[in-house]
């Protein structure tokens, strides 16, 4: 199973982005799928999470801003990002819990997002 995050960028304050994640190969099926980011300096953070039945989570800092999504029959997860901040700035990776043989946990390379003032 792989993951590629893609939809990163430079963006000024205020601006939206919207990232996308695909999973490929052998899969039967994904719960939950999530995001992280990872900025400078700073450990990793959960930004927010998505179940199978498409409840979704967020970390307080995202609340109102971005919104997560997913398209189960693609294998897909996105994540909207409205109104940013430049203390958004930071890798961001897709995780999913991936079921084929057995289950675990999955990470994509991340991709970067960038937020001027």
């Known amino acids: 199973v792989q993951l590629q995050a893609s939809g990163g960028g430079l963006v000024q304050t205020g601006g939206s982005l919207r990232l996308s994640c695909v999973a490929s190969?052998?899969?039967?099926?994904?719960?939950?799928m999530a995001w992280y980011r990872q900025a400078p300096g700073k450990q990793r953070e959960l930004v927010a999470t998505?179940?199978?039945?498409?409840?979704?989570n967020y970390a307080d800092s995202v609340k109102g801003r971005f919104t997560i999504s997913r398209a189960s029959a693609k294998n897909m997860v996105y994540l909207q990002m409205n109104s940013l901040v430049p203390e958004d700035t930071a890798v961001y990776y897709c995780?999913?819990?991936?079921?084929?043989?057995?289950?675990?946990?999955?990470w994509g390379r991340g991709t970067l997002v960038t937020v001027s003032s």
């Open positions: 995780q999913m819990t991936v079921v084929t043989a057995a289950k675990r946990e999955y």
């Open positions: 190969g052998n899969i039967f099926s994904i719960n939950p």
């Open positions: 998505i179940t199978s039945i498409g409840r979704p």
